[in-house]
């Protein structure tokens, strides 16, 4: 069975620093796709960003990038110049090429300090 | 275009009591996808639903939880004789077809609360 593993329970980053969340899986599959989500205190689940497994390229959404790295099975999100609206949990997510589910990690909550 | 509306979006409800939690899905999306989150949990996946048919509820709790997304209407999830355990925020999501390459539009979701 696929699984996601965010091993950090807790973040803190400096207003306008830089930080990373880690996010582990495993699988057996060879097409999926991996997705970061944010939850801010209003509940929402916004998409921050995708990547197809099949790409080597790693996703950027503006100030959000990913580290794809497919053999280690790890996917990790830096934020770059975070801004208090980062304050949110995030959570990193799998889906299989094959599959209707999306199985999510149990989440990092982010805390930026001003 | 309107998103994926789920309402309400507080819902109480005492010990036993029926719980039914709605979902239209963004327009033209046939496709729509019921998520539980307990408190400091992640989201997981309970049923996927296409019109009139549920395609896999391996996730659903075998008692007291349907789920239905009729011709005409919205998704309805139904929780009979309500316990303390089943209090959690209840998102849906939709997508245009079920390809895993077609992103999963979520909503706000339901928090339900029980007494």
């Known amino acids: 069975a696929q699984t996601v593993t965010q091993s950090q329970p807790e973040m803190s980053v400096q207003e306008a620093e830089t930080v990373t969340l880690s996010c582990t899986y495993d699988?057996?599959?060879?097409?999926?796709?991996l997705f970061w989500y944010k939850q801010p205190p209003s509940r929402q689940m916004i998409l921050v960003i995708r990547?197809?497994?099949?790409?080597?390229q790693n996703a950027t959404e503006n100030r959000f990038s990913v580290n794809f790295q497919k053999a280690a099975k790890s996917f990790s999100l830096k934020i770059s110049d975070s801004q208090l609206g980062d304050a949110a949990m995030y959570f990193c997510?799998?889906?299989?090429?094959?599959?209707?589910?999306?199985?999510f990690g149990k989440g990092t909550r982010l805390h930026i300090l001003p | 275009n309107a998103g994926v509306m789920q309402n309400p979006r507080h819902l109480v409800r005492r010990r036993g009591q029926e719980a039914r939690l709605r979902c239209s899905p963004m327009?033209?999306?046939?496709?729509v996808y019921w998520y539980r989150q307990l408190p400091e949990e992640g989201l997981k996946f309970m049923v996927y639903?296409?019109?009139?048919?549920?395609?896999?509820e391996s996730g659903m709790p075998k008692e007291r939880f349907s789920a239905e997304f009729p011709k005409e209407g919205p998704s309805i999830l139904r929780i009979q004789q309500v316990v303390r355990g089943d209090s959690a925020a209840y998102f849906c999501?939709?997508?245009?077809?079920?390809?895993?390459?077609?992103?999963?539009?979520f909503g706000d979701g339901t928090r339900l609360s029980i007494l």
């Open positions: 999501a939709s997508s245009i077809t079920a390809y895993s390459n077609q992103p999963q539009h």
């Open positions: 699988t057996s599959e060879s097409d999926y796709y």
């Open positions: 990547q197809e497994a099949y790409k080597q």
């Open positions: 997510a799998y889906r299989s090429g094959g599959d209707d589910k999306i199985i």
């Open positions: 327009k033209g999306h046939s496709h």
């Open positions: 639903l296409q019109k009139e048919n549920i395609i896999d």
